[in-house]
Each structure stands twice: as structure tokens, then as C-alpha cells.
């Protein structure tokens, strides 16, 4: 709309124009596409900005632009986000990717937090975490990031992080604790602010008016406001909490249906119907998903049979292999050592893993820690290089004197935290076990090294566990150490302070479920489990205490291929929950019973199945289950390479 | 059995990281200690049966991962919650300091129909350490920061020896049915019921 320089915040008068344009096209869509009860004076946008775009790929092809504002209601601030209608006839996203992305009317009152990002390169963005969940992140293509916190600023409490100047905390509580975190919902907040009432019909109203894009608002939506309403304790919290999953919901379900249509044929069809779609899918090409809407009826298919639904991943998935030998090993390296054909190998290790022995030797190319373009002289140098290197951070703490460690708080805590962890962590392996056993303390120096390596991220619990294997496989001290730090290259986000690593996993696992279980998804919703939290401990630690060590090293190997998904650990979650779907919606598990039971199942999985599963579920999602994930969702590597906590090592170090 | 009324009463349990949450809940519920817990990721409960004045309760009692970082998942668990137990530790000064926090935190989060008067319990755990020895905060301070916020129970216990662990949890029942007896629920008399609440008893002793 105005294509000023991105750092150019005086676009007030643009602003104020907008603004006005912005009211009028509202009440425009108001009058022609449906009759509202409501005063259009009651609604009044306060901020609007133009060419604000998601990618939810790393194809420029792909993004989506739409049109950002934010609405004040009587004393509530919405936000809203709605994609342009498609131009041209052959533009990427279908209609599908768009509405999945599509933000309508989300209430102040059920945001955390708004983290703003400054790459090097490129445009300004915001991620907005609501309800729990990041929404993925809004680029600023016309600038107005600063303009857009001012405006918020103006009309609810937003305070800023005292830990990192770029988060901006929404219902915030002064607390030294609260203010670390940015996340999930705050019912103290909403019960105070909003009577439970009038919270969701003002919510009800600006939907009506603003869904001017599809024009529809889904009967489903509309029973389900209703449902919730009638349900009415004044007092309970948990309508809130009801409100603002339907709202995460929302987001998801309207694409869901358009995926489906998009993606899947006949639902009732017989077995071998389906099938034969979804393998041909594989193969096709990328307009395949256009080319579908004509062909394809327009059914949702729900599945009548889960069980049926079940069968058919179970015989998708390709049969596991036996593990990576050393014989067939070395006729992956050329004489010089490289490596000469790396997806051939990761395909291979994807279907049967690296024996034992030969772990050693293979996971630090999987971690990226040696360049499959290495020669054996490289690595080797490399070896010296990088042992010294990590002997001189290791100094940096083992200098510092009892003295010294008296006034230095942040230090003592941190060496305690770990101390306590190390001695709790896979104590009855033999590697480990026993007293003063000297593995324990390697653990500690490099968890201690680490968070001097990468001071702002420190340690956090769940490191300990992550690093174990690495060590136990690596055995050398300072080996183990810069694998652990590939590994968290990737991981790293999982611990950040305000969580966003594990929300948008949380987020992505809530649409994959949506995608490829709606019957499990819709009960999920039923019964207020749409975070997701009972998967919080298999994707922070990527399921280290779900399996026996042996089976944690095999299934680490085959996600650190990246074959045929960065995210297949997520596709590996919707496998388990697959296999138990029966018996949770059979049983009628609430949360804290799913919670249990889900807790309980570690030991009890049997992994090979589950990585058949999780396969054959990663090819049926195709690309419209990459597109559900966001950009920059761990595993994946940090968007740009100057971000958050790399940086800020210089700071400190 | 069938005839009896029963109760779910839901207490959490908070503190900082090894003060000692896990191996209490685990005393309590299993009569055991081990030094081999894994630090708690996430949250999870043990449920206990308890009786009462001739009604039998389940004790559903949560336990929640002590790193700050975590925190935010907390709302997830607390609702709902009739009891909230804090304990530190009492060889640790920072565990002690930190015990307001997690009050107003649990406040905040579970936000209970009636704060003021909301069922809080204080634990000094791990006075076996070093017979008493290394221990920082002494007994007086630690139950005069109990009485200053509104009388609560304070115990000095060990996990490990389950010094006194039996003792502050029939406290923790009790208070905690006084808060959720308005909440009671009285299930219906049938077979379901029955299996529904063995599998609960059973699925904890883990
Ligand atoms: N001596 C002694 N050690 C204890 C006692 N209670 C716990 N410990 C030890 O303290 C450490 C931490 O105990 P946990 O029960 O795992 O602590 P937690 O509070 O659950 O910790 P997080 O799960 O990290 O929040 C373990 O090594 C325990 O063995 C106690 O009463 N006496
Ligand atoms: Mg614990």
C-alpha cells in the first residue's frame, strides 16, 4: 500500500487514512454481506496495515499476504488478519492454505505475549502466542511493526519483557515469575477483565462482521458459541479456557475441511480406493492439489470406521530394515572419506538406523556437526581444533574461585540445577550408575560448559536427558559436547524462556491431528485437551523417557535423517495417539486421565510400528501437513541465522 | 464399597526444582524413596485413596516440573485444584525465598473462587541432610512466614527418611476437603463407578 522503507514508523497520516478506509469497507461488508443486529459505530479500527504476509514455506510462491488491524469494541481489542483473495488463477496457495492462516477477530484478552523479530535481512516480524499457541509469523512487507505495539499499547496493558526487549508481554501480573513467561491462558485475567458473558458476545459479534473474505460463518462455529454459552457457570473458568480452544479451533477446522476436500478422496470408499489416491498423490506433481478440487467429490471424510482409518497407515508404512553396517558403511565414502551420496544415506539409516558400533562414527554427520563433504584429514583436524576450543569455555568456569562464585549468584544456581539433574538422570544404566561415577561428571562439565557456551540459554531440565545419549555414545568428552550443541542448533528452542519452540510443536501437533484424525481432533476439543500438554515431555526431550535407551538411540538416528520430514517426531506423536485412539475416545478420557494414561505408555511403545505409522502418516499429510507447520518450528533450523540466542552469545562471552 | 460416596479432592504440589516434590508424592503414596527420580518434565499425579469419618476420597495429588522456564504450563494443571502444597528446602535459602512466588503464582493461575481463605500447606523438606547440620532457614522463620500468610500448617519432613510425610498429607486431606466439600460430587451407585475408580487406584502405583 505505501512501500516506505521498512524502518520508516512516520506513517501516521497513512495510518489515519486507513483507518477511516478501514471503517467504511467494514461497514460496506456489513450492509451487503450480512444483516448485523449490531452498531457499526460500536466497532472502530485502530490500526491498519496492508501487505502484512505469513510464509508458511520457504517458497516465496507460497506466501500469503492479507491485511492486518486491530478493532477496539467497547473497552476489548481485537485482532484481525484476513488474506487477500487470491489474484491470479495459478497462485500457489489454494484457498485452503489461506483460511487456515486466517485470524478472525482474536481477543486481546487471550493473548501472552507479541515476540517482535529484526533479521538482518528481510522484513520485520511478530509472532503472536494466544491461548498457548504461536500463530505463525506476521511479516511486516510495508513496515509499521513499532506503530502496531504503540497502538496496542494505547488500549491494553502490554509491558515489555525485563528479560528480552523484544517480547511484549500481554496480561501481564508484575510478578517475577509471570513475566518470564509469555504463554497459555491467564483465567485470573479474563475472569476479571471480561465478564464471562459479554467477553463472547462481543467476540460473536465482531465475527459477524468481519468474516467478510468467505462470507459464511460455519453452522458448526454457530453451535458451538451456542453450545458453550448454554453451558453458562458464571463463575467457572474453564468457559473461558472452552472460548479461547474454539478459538485455536476455529483457525484450524475451517481449513481442515478444505484440506480434506483438497487432499483426500471418497472417505467411505473401500481401502484399496483410497489408497491408491494417497500413493498417487506422492508422485504427482505440485499442482496436483488444484487439479483435485474439480476431480475430487467434496466430501469430508471422516472415516465411518476408525479402525479401518487405522488399518490403512498400517500397511503404508515400508517394512524397517536392519541397521547401517560397517561394511556398507564404507560404500557410502569415497577413498578420501567424504561422503558421496548423503540423501542416499539418510534414506538408508531412515529405514534401518546404524548398528551399535558404528554410532560413533555416523551420528556426528547426522547432527551436523562434521559436513558430509569432510574428508578423514578434515575431520580429524577439526577434532584438535574443536577440543581446544572447548577446553578454553570450559576454563571460563573452572576458573572462577569459590571467592568469586560467593557473589556470583547466576552461576551458583545454574551449577546447582545441573548437579541435581545429572545425578538424575539414567542412573541405572551401568554407564552411568554407581557413585562418583566419572560419566556423571562428564555430564556436568559439558552441561556446565554448555550454558557458558550459550549463556542466555543457560540450562534448563530436559538438557540433561538430551545430552546422555550423545555422551554415552560419543564417550570423548569435547565430541560430546559440540554434538550436543548441533543437536540444540535444532533443539535449542525447545527451552527458551517464554516457550515458543515447544507452542508452535504444540501448535503444528493440533493441526496435523486436525489433518489427518478430525474425529480425534473434535474430541480433543470436546474434552479441552487442544494443548496438547500431554505431549509436552515426548517433544521436549524427543521421547528419551518414552523407549528403552536402546530404542531412544534408533529413533533419534532415523529423525536426525530428516528423511522425509524435519518433523516427522511430530508425525511419530499422531502415530501413538493413533494406535490408542480407540481406547481414549472408547474410555472417555478427560485431560488429566489422558495425561495418565499417556505418561504411562512410556516403555510400553513399541517402536517400529510406530516409525511405520508415522511415515505412512507423513506422506498422506504431504505438503499440506508441511504446511501446517510453521516456519521455524523446532527441529528447523532457526529462521535467520542472526536470530535470538545467537547472537547474544557475543554479548556475554 | 459400592454404597460409599467418593470424592475426588485435587492437591498440587509446587516448589523449586529438587526441593523434593517427586520423592514426597512418592512417600506418601508408595511408602518408598529414590535417590533415582528423573527430574519431573511436564506434570503428572499419583492418586491415593483416603478415608474419612467413614467416607472414602481419592487423593488425586499433581506433581509439576520445579524449573521456572515451566512455569507457564502450570494453569493447565492447577484448576480446579482444593489444596496446594509448597515446599522448599531447607538447605536451600533460594527455595525458601522463592516460596512466595509460587503462591501468587498458583493464585493467579488457578485463580480459586476464594483466595483469601484458600488451603495452602508449607513443607521444609530434607531435614535429614547432613543431620540438620547444612540446613539455612531455620524452623522459626520459616513458621513465622507461615503465619504471616494467614496461619498456614507448616511440617518439617524428610522424603527420604518419611519423617512426618504421613502427618502433613492427612493435614493436606483434610484441608483440602474442607475447601472441595462444596464441590462434592456424588457419583451414581453402579458397577462403572467402581472399575473407573480401582483403575485410578491402581494406575499409581507406579
Ligand atoms: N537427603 C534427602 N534427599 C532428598 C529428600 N527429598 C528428595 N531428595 C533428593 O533430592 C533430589 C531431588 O528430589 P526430587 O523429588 O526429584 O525433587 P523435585 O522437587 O521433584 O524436583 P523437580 O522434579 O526437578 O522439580 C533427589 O536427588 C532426591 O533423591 C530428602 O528428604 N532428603
Ligand atoms: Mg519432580
Redesign the pocket.
Known sequence: MNGTDIHDLSDDADYAAASKQGSSSMTRNDSSKRSSSTDPEDAEVVYLKDNVTIHPTQYAAERISGRLKLIKQGSSLFMTWIPYKVQSSNARPSAGDKNLYTIKALPFSDIQSIRRHTPTIGWQYVIVVSSGLAFPPLYFYSGGVREFLATIKQHVLIVRSSEDANLFLVNNFQDPLQRTLSSLELPGSLASRIPSSSGSTSDNNLNNKHTPEDGHLSSTQRNNKQRQKSHDPARDISINVLEKFSLVTKFARETTSQLFRDNLVDGHGPNEKRRTNWASKDHQSQDMASNDVEVVPKRVPVPSDPIEFDKITLVWGQPRQHPLGLQEWSTFLDYEGRIVDPNALKKRIFYGGVEHNLRKEVWPFLLGYYSYDSTDAEREYAWSVKKSEYETIKNQWQSISPEQAKRFTKFRERKG?IE??V??TDRSLSFYDGDDNPNVRLMHDILLTYSFYNFDLGYC?GMSDLLSPILFIMKDESEAFWCFVSLLERLGPNFNRDQSGMHSQLFALSKLVELLDSPLHNYFKQNDCLNYFFCFRWLLIQFKREFEYEKTLRLWEVLWTHYPSEHLHLYVCIAILKRHRAKIMGEQMDFDTLLKFINELSGQIDLDPILRDAEALCVCAGENGAASIPPGTPPSLPIEDSSIYHNQDDEVL | MPSRRRTLLKVI?L?????????????YVNKK?????????GADFLTKEVEFEDRLFTLQIW?????ERFQSLGVAFYRGADCCVL?Y?VNVQKSFDNLNNWREEFLIQASPSDPENFPFIVLG?????DGGNSRVVSEKKARAWCAAKGDIPYFE?????G?NVEEAFQVIAKNALKNGEEEEIYLPDTIDVGSTSQQRASGCDC
Open positions: 540445577l541435581k539433574d545425578v538424575r531440565q | 504440589i516448589g523449586d526444582s529438587g526441593v523434593g516434590k517427586t520423592s514426597l508424592m512418592n512417600q524413596f529414590s535417590n533415582q527420580y528423573k527430574a519431573t518434565i506433581d509439576t516440573a520445579g524449573q515446599v528446602d523438606n530434607k531435614v535429614d541432610v519432613t524428610s522424603a527420604k527418611e519423617i
